[in-house]
């Protein structure tokens, strides 16, 4: 792999420890004489004006940006590099960790080998999603994890009407439906039962949130299906969220078409990641009688 000597920092700034972490990488990455690029409220953060990127302003010759938080905040720097490939790498300061997969701990030696060029690459299917009303498109929107529709707080559920490619699928009635990708079967539709699919996979899952029938089950479709689904009558107030990013108030009648976009979104990973072993390890598969 090429040599890294160009990076950008985005953090999510509220986070207990986050400036230390900043300070600590940013140590390591002048010491090797690199180039670096801070998001603007990073460089507020760590009252540094020199070379501020605006979101959705990454300079295009940056080769990495190093993520230091949770997930969430690695799904908001997906966003904030507005379509351009660059890698990004999560230093975990969160939970749970499936996006931001280095330990702060484990930085400096991991961050070393990195910039001498000892890492791994993944390229992670994103998901198009459009929202239309009547002949009129309303949105259109990237996400790494997952679009979901879902009722608002105190209303009635939500009716949907699926078709999956040309084949109607089926109607129901349920708080919501999560259709997320292989990266995103770790996050919300694994809390609402989904299965866990490896990240490398082509495919989609639709995972219905408290359905009104015990029959409903998740689905695994193939990558090459567009979902399309469409609000029924008896259909409450409903909203669609992006990567719990963006939202847009729906009304009944209303399509939403969601299928893999044709981009994707590259993930640098620390040489010797293994996603099973993060699996393990996060889940804490197996712990009970090791020695």
């Known amino acids: 792999m090429n040599e890294i000597s160009k990076l950008g920092i985005f953090a999510s700034t509220g986070i207990p420890g986050v400036k230390m972490a900043v300070v600590r990488a940013l140590d390591l990455l ?66 749970l960790g499936f996006l931001t997969v280095l330990k702060l701990s484990e930085m400096e030696t991991a961050l070393s080998g990195i910039l001498d060029g000892n890492y791994e690459t993944e390229s992670r299917m994103l998901l198009s999603a459009s929202l239309e ?50 990266t995103g079967s770790t996050a919300y539709s694994m809390s ?27 689905v695994v479709l193939p990558g090459n299906l567009e979902l399309t689904v469409e609000l029924g009558e008896r259909s409450g107030k409903a909203m669609l969220a992006i990567d719990g990013q963006e939202s847009f108030a729906l009304e009944t009648g209303d399509r939403i078409r969601i299928a893999k976009s044709s981009d994707f979104l590259p993930i640098l990973l620390p040489s010797g990641y293994r996603f099973y072993t993060l699996l393990r390890e996060k889940l804490a598969w197996g712990r009970t009688g090791e020695a």
């Not at 990495?64 to 379509?83: K, M, Y």
């Not at 009722?151 to 040309?166: H, K, N, Q, Y």
């Not at 089926?170 to 919501?176: C, E, L, Q």
């Open 133 to 182: 009303r009547g002949d009129q498109a309303i949105a259109s929107e990237m996400a790494l994890n997952d679009a979901v529709i879902h009722m608002t707080p105190g209303d009635r559920l939500v009716e949907f009407i699926i078709s999956a490619g040309t084949q109607f699928l089926g109607r129901y009635r349920a708080d919501g439906l999560i259709v997320s990708t292989p």
């Open 192 to 218: 609402a039962g989904g299965p866990i699919l490896d990240p490398s996979m082509d495919a989609l899952i639709a995972t219905p949130i408290c359905p009104h029938a015990l029959s409903l089950r998740p």
């Open 30 to 95: 002048r010491e090797r004489d690199c180039e670096i690029y801070l998001e603007s409220q990073v460089s507020s953060l760590l009252g540094e004006g020199t070379g501020a990127w605006d979101s959705g302003q990454v300079p295009e010759d940056c080769q990495l940006i190093l993520v230091f938080g949770g997930d969430g905040t690695f799904l908001r720097a997906s966003r904030a590099i507005n379509g351009k490939r660059i890698p990004l790498l999560g230093i975990n300061l969160g939970g």
